[in-house]
């Protein structure tokens, strides 16, 4: 991607600075434009990398901050389903235990099996609600961490594309004011 763009604003570059030739000035004035345009064309590519390195680190601070959010929501539900888990265990614990108490021994028996299953299947619970919500942290800090790297990709990209152009553009300038002496 960094290679076509670069490759897009040399183009562009040589273009200009052939046109500049072409024109019909005197050396000096050409050689006094292609550097104005060389120096305008160098001051946008940075300003557009700074601004291009601010959209990505906005972007990388909003989506950490959605991802705590998110967090912050399984995190919060997990709890809000484990609670209810437990008091609709604990009534169903209640009840059996009521029943159990008015029959036989061999009832009592069962809902001790009964309450140890409930207990089981309530820890079972809330230890898938926690394992998710430590899953849904880990992608949105990977996914954070993606875009902190693109967006230190993106800016060392646009430093280089703007070094390149700006070595070409003088590489040009020069060869053009070496012409123009020799006529």
């Known amino acids: ?35 104005d345009k060389a120096n305008e064309f160098v001051g946008n590519a940075q300003q557009w990398g700074d601004s291009a390195a601010a959209g990505a ?16 929501n399984v995190a919060a539900r997990g709890q809000e389903i484990a609670s209810e888990a437990a008091a609709r265990g604990a009534d169903v614990a209640a009840s059996i235990q009521e029943a159990a108490s008015n029959i036989s021994p061999t009832i009592n028996e069962k809902g001790d099996e009964l309450r140890d299953k409930i207990e089981a299947a309530r820890q079972r619970i809330a230890d898938q609600v926690a394992k ?3 899953e849904d942290a880990d992608a949105v800090s990977d996914a954070a961490e993606d875009v902190k790297e693109a967006a230190a ?31």
């Open 57 to 72: 680190q906005h972007i990388y601070q909003e989506a950490a901050t959605r991802g705590a959010e998110v967090v912050n």
């Open 132 to 134: 998710n919500a430590g």
């Open 153 to 183: 990709d993106a800016g060392e990209a646009v430093k280089t594309a703007a070094h390149e152009a700006k070595e070409t553009a003088k590489d040009v300038a020069e060869k053009a004011a070496g012409k123009k002496d020799e006529k």
């Open 1 to 35: 991607m960094a290679n076509k763009f670069g490759m897009f604003l040399i183009g562009g570059v040589v273009g200009a600075v052939a046109a500049l030739l072409a024109a019909p000035r005197p050396g000096v004035e050409t050689r006094a434009m292609v550097a």
